[in-house]
C-alpha cells in the first residue's frame, strides 16, 4: 500500500532506467500496474477525499515514469475518483450527494433485475457459489474486519451479475461500486449492527434465488438496496 498525504519534495527518487527504456508492452503493464495500486489507495482510504497527490512523488515511489503515472490518473479522473487541474494539481475526489442518489437510481434499475432472472433461472452451480460466498462473508464480518467485509460486499453482487451474464450491467455495476466503496466502508464502520443486517440481507436474497422464486428474489434485492441508502446523505 502506499502512504497517505503525499506532497512534492525535490528529493525524490529518480525513476530507474529501465521504466524508462520499458517496450510499449510493458509501459501498458506499468500503466496498469498504476492505475491498480492508486485506485487501491484512494478506496481503502490511505488517501481519503482532498488528498493532494504531487506527480513527482508518485513517481519516485511506485519507481516509474511519468507517462504511465499520468495514464494512470487520466483513467483514475475519468472515473471521477481524482481530479486533475494546472491550478490545484491531483486532488482526491469525495462522491457527491447527487452522485450518490443516482448510483442507487442505477442500482435500483438493475440489481432487482438481476436477482429475479437468476431466480428464474435457478442455475444449481450459481446458487453454490453465492452460498459458498456467503460462508466467507460470515467468518469475516463475524472478525469485524470492515475494510474486507467492504470488499466482500462488493464481491458478491458482482458475483450476481456475473451469474447473470450480461457484460454491460457488469461493467456499470462495477462503476457504482468504485463511486460507493468509501461510503460502504464508512457505513459498515460507524453504523453499529449493519453488517450483520447486510449478511442477513445477503442471505435472504440467497435463499429466494435457490428456491427458484423470481419475484421474491426480487423483493429481497429491493429491501436490501432500500435498507442500504437509509444510510446514505443526500444533502
Known sequence: MLPMGLTDSAGAAEPRSETRAASP???????????QKLKESILSGQFPPG??????????????????????????????????SPQQGIVVRDISPREIYDVFDIRYALEPHVAKALGARHVEDGIARLRAHLAVQEVVYAQNKVLDATRLDREFHML??????????????????????????????????????SITEHRAIVEAIGTGDGE???????????????FFSFQ
Open 25 to 35: 508492452a510493458k509501459k501498458m503493464l506499468l500503466k496498469d500496474t498504476a492505475y
Open 51 to 84: 488528498s493532494f497527490l504531487a506527480e513527482r512523488q508518485l513517481t519516485g515511489l511506485l519507481g516509474m515514469s511519468k507517462t504511465p503515472i499520468r495514464a494512470a490518473l487520466e483513467h483514475l479522473e475519468s472515473e471521477c475518483l481524482v481530479s486533475v
Open 160 to 197: 450476481l451479475c456475473e451469474l447473470h451474464g450480461n457484460r454491460e450491467i457488469i461493467k456499470v455495476m462495477d462503476q457504482v461500486w468504485d463511486k460507493l466503496f468509501r461510503e460502504v466502508v464508512r457505513i459498515l464502520g460507524q453504523k453499529q449492527g449493519r453488517m450483520q443486517a
Open 216 to 230: 421474491a428474489a426480487q423483493a429481497r434485492m429491493l429491501d436490501h438496496i432500500n435498507h442500504t441508502k437509509q
